[in-house]
């Protein structure tokens, strides 16, 4: 699973679903291509990562 998508059919998949591969707690299997989805941790700490960065603004030097 990516960016809430099945990575084999790139189908986008409904909350729930999202929710109950989130869990983890039984199978999930996508209703498009039957294949198992899971979640990995590291997608959601990459994602994180990405949206707090931030640029400075440099200050133009006065003369």
């Not at 299997?29 to 590291?42: D, N, T, V």
């Amino acid at each position: 699973m990516e960016n809430r998508t099945c990575s084999g059919c790139h189908i986008a998949l409904t909350a729930q679903h999202e929710n109950s591969v989130r869990k983890g707690e039984r199978l999930i299997f996508c209703e498009h291509c039957s294949r198992i989805l899971f979640w990995q941790e590291s997608e959601d700490l990459e994602g994180l990562a990405v949206a707090t960065k931030r640029r400075r603004r440099r200050k133009a030097l006065k003369s």
